[in-house]
C-alpha cells in the first residue's frame, strides 16, 4: 500500500512537472537560451533598493536595475527568457506591479542581458530604448559579424517596439530624467545610464553602466586594423566612465564593480550604504583599462 502510495506520489509528480514545462517552453519569447552557460549568472538574489528611486531585481551573477518614477516603471536590461518570471516575481516584491515598466533599458545586445527582453516588454507593453548599433541587433535578435564575441553568441527572441538613442540623449519620465551615454568596445552598441536619485536630502549621481571587458571569440584581433574603430571607442570610453559624474556605480555584471562584495556588506549592515562610493567609476575604468592593455600585449605576442 505504501509502495503504491509513493507510486502515485512519483506520479503525480511526474505529470506535475510535465505539465508545467511543455507550457512555459509552449511560449517562445520564455524558451530558455543558453541554460547551461547561463546557469551560473542566475544564482537568486533579493531584490533591494540600492538608493533613492534605485533598485536591483536581478541575479547574484547578472544585474538587472529598476528605477521608480512618478509616471511609472523604467528596467534596465532584461536578462535571460529563463529569468523573466523571477525578475517580474521580484518586482512585485518590492511592492510594484510589473505592468508599471514604461522603458527597458539596454545596456548592451548580447543574449546575458537581452534575450529576456522581449517577454518583459510583451509583458509590460514597455518601449525598449538602445543605441543605434544595439537597436538593430535587439530588432533582428542576433549581432553581426562585427562584435568582437560574434563566434560566440547566441540568437534570441527579437524585440519588436525599440528606440534608438543617441549619446547624451535624455529620456524623462515624470520628474526623472536618464542619460544616455555610449560606452562602445565589449559591443559596438553598448550604452550606460545615468540620472539623478534622491534619498531625503542627499542626492547621488546614478550609473548603470554597461559591460567593458575586452572579450573577443577565438581569432578575433582588436589590434585588427580592420577595427581600429573599435578599439578608438573603446579608448575614449574608458576615458568617458572615468570621469562621469558618479557616486554609486552599478554594472550589467556585479564582479566587475565589486558589486557583489556591496551587495553582502549592504545585506550585513546598509548604514552606511556600500553602494555610495564616488570613486567607483574611476575604478571600474582603470581595471577595464588594465583588461585591454592585457588583451592587446596578447594579441601582439
Ligand atoms: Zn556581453
Not at 547566441?154 to 526623472?176: I, Q
Amino acid at each position: 500500500m505504501f509502495r503504491t502510495m509513493l507510486f502515485i506520489m512519483g506520479l503525480a509528480a511526474v505529470l506535475i512537472g510535465s505539465a508545467a514545462f511543455p507550457q512555459e517552453h509552449a511560449d517562445p519569447l520564455l524558451r530558455p537560451v543558453a541554460p547551461d552557460r547561463a546557469a551560473r549568472w542566475l544564482t537568486p538574489q533579493a531584490p533591494i533598493k540600492v538608493f533613492g528611486n534605485a533598485y536591483l531585481v536581478g541575479f547574484a551573477g547578472l544585474n538587472v536595475g529598476l528605477i521608480k518614477t512618478d509616471a511609472g516603471l523604467v528596467l534596465i536590461d532584461g536578462a535571460l527568457p529563463q529569468a523573466v518570471g523571477a525578475i517580474e516575481a521580484n518586482i512585485r516584491r518590492l511592492g510594484f506591479d510589473p505592468k508599471q515598466i514604461r522603458y527597458i533599458l539596454s545596456t548592451e545586445p548580447h543574449f546575458d542581458h537581452a534575450s529576456g527582453i522581449a517577454a518583459l516588454a510583451r509583458d509590460s507593453g514597455a518601449t525598449v530604448i538602445a543605441s543605434v548599433p544595439a537597436a538593430k541587433v535587439l530588432r533582428q535578435g542576433h549581432s553581426d559579424a562585427d562584435d568582437p564575441q560574434a563566434a560566440w553568441l547566441v540568437p534570441y527572441p527579437p524585440v519588436a517596439n525599440v528606440r534608438a538613442v543617441r549619446d547624451g540623449e535624455k529620456l524623462r519620465l515624470g520628474r526623472t530624467v536618464i542619460t544616455a551615454r555610449a560606452t562602445p568596445g565589449h559591443t559596438l552598441g553598448s550604452m550606460s545610464w545615468t540620472w539623478r536619485s534622491c534619498e531625503g536630502r542627499r542626492c547621488a549621481n546614478m550609473v548603470f553602466a554597461s559591460s567593458l571587458n575586452p572579450l573577443g571569440a577565438d581569432g578575433y584581433r582588436f589590434t585588427d586594423p580592420a577595427h581600429a574603430a573599435i578599439l578608438t571607442a573603446f579608448r575614449r570610453t574608458l576615458v568617458v566612465m572615468r570621469n562621469m559624474p558618479c557616486d554609486v556605480l552599478l554594472t550589467s555584471h556585479p564582479e566587475p564593480s565589486g558589486g557583489d562584495e556591496k551587495y553582502a556588506r549592504f545585506q550585513r549592515q546598509p548604514v552606511p550604504n556600500p553602494y555610495i562610493d564616488p570613486t567607483a567609476c574611476r575604478s571600474y575604468a582603470d581595471s577595464s583599462a588594465q583588461l585591454l592593455a592585457k588583451r592587446l600585449a596578447g594579441e601582439a605576442k
